[in-house]
């Protein structure tokens, strides 16, 4: 039964297919010779298809995946694979000018997108949506120069009125506002008439990839960044989004927990940085002080500027002496980043991951379900937050704790528009803080006898995880 649930397998048996029907025709080609011709042109562009997904290098993994779609649609999956990819301008790339990294992921950073090590004078963690609200507000309210917002999700609700109002005040101060929405992310959530209320106090919006009836070229890269940035002086990040459920208003899932950080200084600058990197499509600029002390702010752009964060993450679980604590809403761990948490476990390092156990999307959870399982027997320990959906986007590397938008899965490491902050001291006590007043109210990871049809449905939601 395990074999017959193998990538191997699968790939055999399309092979057995191919070869019993080329066999056939064989045998029959007088009378099917039209059938012939469509058969071997549609084998023809999909083998075409699958030798440019393999020449064009990147991810083993979405390289399988995209092979297997064309495959699984012949002529179709060739015809979406070579839309998506025309065309490939850089965009959302920042340059730091003064940048002085100070070795190690800092390098790093600065080598894949542009970006260093910052100061701060102050940074505030929140480790709920309501708190997180009330101090944005207050920070937007205040606002002289300029209010840069860019959020995957922008929905209709309570929380959007008080946004409105606070820019209300900010535009009344004289700032400009800049807002940059995805166009997946928030379709059928914010229509024309938020938009129009948005542009009636003052700002200019902007939608990354809006969504259209037609494929078109890197739609399938999303916006997932949540930045706040004013003034260049504080600048707000982590996984809450412009939606109500992310204050625990609206609770279709349970109590919602989320994280979010705000930091105060020169690190605000660079997030700045980041949203007009995608305003502008990109931006150079310096970074104007020290600060009493220093955090990394980092992001992706793919597919020019992507992989930093997976690279980052699995050096600081590889790393790893004492503990790695995680919290995600989404675990589909690439292989790289899998076979870190892994070896950490084995070599005795406190491994352990908060998922939601009341999830938003079922196929989502049934992905992260089945791949906890084979890290679970390897000694990672996963646990199921009770209270309802988790959707924090944190993780603790003994003294370092890396806060943002990213997701434990393909997408945000490979496919989406991401960012995020690493800090150390205080930022990561509270972080660590939180994460064990989580586990204290979730409940260890366990699965039961599993049936055929879910063991069905896992297989097919793994092949195609890279793409989801």
């Known amino acids: 039964m395990r074999n017959f649930f193998s990538l191997n ?102 080598e894949c997108c542009g970006v260093c090590g910052a100061g701060y004078d102050r940074a505030e963690y929140f480790t709920c949506g309501e708190d997180y609200f009330k101090r944005l507000f207050k920070e937007i309210e205040k606002a002289e120069k300029r209010v840069c917002l860019e959020y995957f999700i922008v929905c209709r609700g309570k929380i959007f009125s008080r946004l409105l109002a606070a820019l209300r005040n900010a535009k009344n101060n004289g700032a400009e506002i800049k807002i940059i929405v995805d166009g997946i992310g928030s379709a059928f959530k914010a229509g024309r008439r938020e938009m129009k209320k948005l542009k009636t106090v ?72 980041m949203f007009l990197s995608v305003w502008n499509k990109s931006y150079k600029t310096e970074i104007s002080g020290s600060g009493k002390h220093r955090c ?54 406190d491994v352990r991951i908060i998922i939601p156990h009341i999830p938003d999307k079922k196929y989502t959870f049934e992905l992260s379900k089945a791949s906890a399982l084979p890290l679970a027997a390897k000694g990672v320990r996963f646990y199921e937050y009770t209270p309802g959906f988790m959707h924090a986007k944190s993780m603790v590397c003994d003294d370092s704790a890396f806060i943002g938008t990213y997701n434990f899965d393909f997408r945000s490491m490979r496919l989406n528009y991401e960012c995020g902050i690493m800090f ?40 195609f995880a890279p793409l989801m």
């Open 424 to 463: 150390k001291g205080e930022i990561c006590e509270q972080v660590e803080r939180d994460f064990w007043d989580c586990l204290r109210l979730s409940s260890p990871f366990c699965e039961g006898k599993i049936s055929p049809f879910r063991r069905v449905l896992r297989f097919i939601l793994r092949l």
């Open 296 to 349: 990394l702010p980092f992001y992706d752009s793919p597919p020019h500027r992507a992989g930093f964060c997976e690279n980052a993450y699995a050096a600081a679980i590889n790393s790893a002496r004492e503990r790695v604590h995680i919290f995600t809403p989404y675990f589909c761990a690439t292989d790289k980043t899998a076979a870190a948490l892994e070896f950490a476990a084995m070599r005795g390092v």
């Open 9 to 110: 397998f699968l790939y055999i048996l399309l092979i057995a297919a191919e070869s019993a029907a080329i066999i056939f025709l064989c045998i029959y080609i007088p009378a099917l010779l039209p059938a012939v011709a469509v058969f071997v042109g549609a084998w023809l562009a999909s083998v075409i298809a699958v030798i440019a997904v393999a020449a064009r290098g990147g991810s083993p993994e979405i390289n399988c995946a995209l092979s297997l779609l064309i495959i699984a649609l012949p002529v179709v999956g060739a015809v979406i694979f070579t839309l998506s990819h025309i065309g490939g301008k850089e965009y959302g790339t920042l340059t730091l000018e003064n940048a002085e990294p100070q070795g190690g992921l800092e390098s790093a950073a600065f």
């Open 202 to 273: 003052g700002a200019e919006v902007k939608v990354f990839h809006r969504l259209k009836p037609l494929i078109y070229s890197r739609i399938n890269y999303r916006d997932h960044r949540k930045i706040a940035a004013i003034d260049g002086k504080v600048a707000f990040t982590g996984g809450i989004n412009i939606a109500d459920e992310y204050a625990n208003i609206d609770s279709p899932h349970g109590y919602w927990k989320d994280t979010g950080v705000a930091v105060y200084g020169a690190a605000a600058e660079v997030f700045e940085g």
